[in-house]
């Protein structure tokens, strides 16, 4: 595995010890945020792209009848098939090859940062270029970012926590030669160091992912800077993008 590759390390059984604060009362909230803005309808036809162990799709289905989640990690995958309702189709696969027809989707969400894994500014297009491939004329593109705005102020962050007997350290900071956030996650059991790696998120402002949207036969609707539907601000804790694919 090169240095390139971390997404492919770090969505495995350490994750939602890691990312323990990312529950299934946020979704809720966020599955509310985006029945409210996008207009959901039970026949619409929904992607969940990098949907983890399916959090969101839990909350989405049955309200909205036919909800596809597509992930990398067969670890989440593997938790989401036991979490989830039989009725859910769940595929394995990497963001940059989606294994769908042209226009198979109403509705394609993507939860909580999952963009910006690939080192080339190519490849993180080309997930853009995927989800405009899949979703039908006039259809809704849902992008839950960072803010980066906020990202570019970090210069260094360094937490710890707990959960059970685990303690995470995280050390996170923006390297502005690479335009990455870096965050260096450590997990301890008994002071040994159990597992170590370092994410690194691609940040691209808004208008650099406006003109990506635009390359790729997409359209910016709306922004807010969180789920509370606040407008989007250098202080917003995200980037929450509502976009629709051109006619
Ligand atoms: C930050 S998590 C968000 C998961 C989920 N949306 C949520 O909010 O719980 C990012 C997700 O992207 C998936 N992922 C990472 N790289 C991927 C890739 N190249 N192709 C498909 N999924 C990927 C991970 O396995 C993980 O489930």
């Given amino acids: 595995m090169n240095n390139q590759d971390w997404y492919i390390d770090a969505f495995d059984e350490w994750y939602p010890i890691v990312y323990q604060h ?5 979704a809720q909230e966020q599955v509310e945020f985006v029945f409210s803005e996008l207009n959901l309808q039970y ?17 989405l289905f049955p309200k909205v009848s036919f909800v596809v989640g597509y992930d990398l990690s067969l670890y989440l995958l593997k938790k989401a098939r036991h979490f989830l ?3 859910i189709s769940l595929v394995r696969g990497d963001v940059r090859y989606l294994p769908f027809n042209p226009e198979s989707f109403d509705v394609v969400l993507n939860f909580f940062t999952s963009f910006g894994y690939f080192d080339e ?11 405009s491939f899949v979703l039908r004329n006039k259809g809704t593109f849902f992008f839950d970012y960072l803010n980066p705005l906020q990202v570019k102020k970090i210069t260094k962050i360094e937490t710890k926590k707990t959960y059970h007997s685990y303690i995470i350290k995280e050390n996170r900071f923006y390297d502005e030669i ?16 159990k597992k170590s790696y370092t994410e690194r998120v ?5 208008d650099e992912i406006s ?33 629709e694919k051109n006619e």
């Fill in 121 to 131: 500014d190519k490849e993180n297009i080309r997930q853009i270029e995927q989800v």
């Fill in 85 to 87: 309702s039989d009725k």
């Fill in 22 to 26: 990312r529950d299934e009362k946020e």
């Fill in 43 to 59: 026949n619409h036809k929904i992607l969940d792209l990098c949907c983890g162990y399916g959090r969101h799709i839990n909350f």
């Fill in 202 to 206: 691609k940040i691209y402002s808004l």
């Fill in 211 to 243: 003109r990506i949207f635009s390359s790729q036969n997409l359209h910016i609707q709306k922004i807010y800077g969180n789920y509370n539907k606040e407008s989007y601000t250098e202080e917003s804790p995200r980037l929450i993008i509502i976009g």
């Fill in 178 to 193: 690479s335009r990455e956030l870096k965050k260096e996650v450590s997990i301890y059991l008994n002071n040994q160091l």
